[in-house]
């Protein structure tokens, strides 16, 4: 009988976890032995329904560190925030079928390691989350950091602060979106979409600050709607080092 009641409080005691939610912190090292912890987030109720990683680096300083955590928590709290919001308001509505279904909301963040080892690290973090709407909606975030130097590495400090490298960089990005994007006769013809990709893509450091890079390959991503109609979702530009030897970007030279 003991251990009957000791079996149902522990499974009480889980499934307050599972419907309150938690947070975990796992400890993973890469084939450089570069320490990483993975934060893990998980929240589900009747509202909505939260997964979320994301990387935390004993080598790294703390402000690189935070600037990660506080991304996560600030678009968690405005992610709750809005969700709150529209299901007060679905479930006010004639007949709304919400209040039959669960979790009709969610949030995800993901991230994917481009290289960590002993000299850089760079990652990305994709989101997805629905908070009411016609649809969801997707973001990208992108980290890199320097471990000889201990420093996070901007875009300026990539390409050395130069205009005129991000002059030809953005040429090429431009040119290779036009090719994503253009496809029909009727794309090439239209205007506006050609302004939102030129726009979107101009040379201005502040359209490229979501980048990533490994050995022989530059990765820059754009936000949904930040070179594109919502349709195309978050974009991808890749580029290679023969182009970006030419151009005498420092870490390819």
Do not use: C
């Amino acid at each position: 009988m003991k251990n009957k009641i000791i079996l149902f409080l522990i499974l009480v005691l889980v499934g307050v976890a599972i419907f309150f939610g938690f947070k975990n912190i796992n400890k993973i090292s890469d084939s450089n032995a570069l320490s990483i912890m993975v934060v893990s987030i998980f929240e589900k109720d009747q509202m909505f329904n939260i997964n979320a990683e994301y990387p935390q680096f004993k080598l790294a300083n703390d402000a690189f560190n935070k600037k990660i955590e506080e991304l996560i928590n600030q678009k968690l709290s405005s992610f709750k925030e809005n969700a709150s919001r529209n299901w007060e308001a679905l479930r006010s509505m004639p007949d709304s079928p919400f209040g039959e279904y669960p979790a009709p909301f969610y949030f995800e963040a993901v991230w994917k390691p481009i290289q960590t080892n002993k000299d850089y690290i760079s990652f990305v973090i994709n989101l997805y989350s629905f908070e009411g709407g016609a649809h969801g909606n997707s973001e990208v975030f992108a980290f890199n950091y320097d471990l000889k130097n201990k420093k996070e590495v901007t875009f300026k400090d990539f390409i050395g602060n130069s205009q005129e490298k991000l002059n030809k960089i953005s040429k090429l990005v431009i040119a290779d979106l036009e090719g994503q994007i253009l496809i029909t006769e009727r794309d090439k013809d239209d205007e506006e979409l050609k302004s939102m990709i030129r726009e979107g893509a101009s040379p201005k450091f502040e359209n490229y600050e979501n980048f990533s890079f490994y050995k022989n390959k530059l990765a820059i991503y754009f936000q949904k709607y930040q070179v594109a109609p919502g349709v195309f979702d978050t974009m991808e530009v890749k580029l290679y080092e023969n182009q970006l030897k030419q151009i005498g970007i420092p870490y390819f030279e």
